[in-house]
Structure formats: C-alpha cells, structure tokens
C-alpha cells in the first residue's frame, strides 16, 4: 500500500485549495485515516480525520469550520478541502492511515498574506 498526497501549491490568503491522498495498492475503505502538517520548526499537527467504512469526521480546532475531509471509494482518494487559507496554514501536508506507519510523501502548501 502507498499513500500519495497531491493539490499543494501557492495561494493568496483567503483562497482554497483541495487535497488528496490516493492510495495505490489496496483498498482505502475500512481504514481510519487522517491529515496531518507540519511547519517549519515546528511540532506535527493534527487536522481531520475520516472512517472509510462510514465516513464519520473528526476535526480539530485548527481545521474546524474551514477544512473539510472526505472520501471517494471509487477513486481510492481521501481529499481535504481547505477553504479561508491564512499565512499560518503554511507547511507540508501529510496523510495517513491510522494505526500504521504508512504516511504519504507530503504536500507542500505556501498560503502568501
């Protein structure tokens, strides 16, 4: 099983960008899986969280009310909409399967103030 995060780029403050995390090799569904980031210097945070069998949702306080994860069975893909991107949502994104140590490559998000 691999993980492969995609979607990163540059954006303006205030813009959206889309995620997502496709796994290769095996069926994503059945699996808890969560994004994560991580900025320059500092700790590994986590953001969302998703149960492919039944799509329940978890979020933290820094995702709540602007992030949004998904799953889509058919394309093997869990996808993290983020909408309202501020300066301090810079860092690379990671996904990841809970319980595992499988985790993507990371993605690297630069939100410009």
């Known amino acids: 099983l691999q993980l492969v995060e995609s979607g990163g780029g540059l954006v303006q403050s205030g813009g959206s960008l889309r995620l997502s995390c496709q796994g290769s090799?095996?069926?994503?569904?059945?699996?808890?899986i969560g994004w994560f980031r991580q900025a320059p210097g500092k700790e590994p945070e986590g953001l969302a969280c998703i149960s492919t069998r039944d799509d329940s949702t978890s979020y933290t306080v820094s995702s709540k009310d602007r992030f949004t994860i998904s799953f889509d069975a058919a394309a093997n893909t869990v996808y993290l909409q983020m909408n309202s991107l501020i300066f301090e949502d810079t860092a690379v994104y990671y996904c990841?399967?809970?319980?595992?140590?499988?985790w993507g490559q990371g993605t690297q998000v630069t939100v410009s103030s």
């Open positions: 990841h399967l809970e319980g595992t140590d499988y």
């Open positions: 090799g095996a069926p994503l569904d059945d699996y808890a």
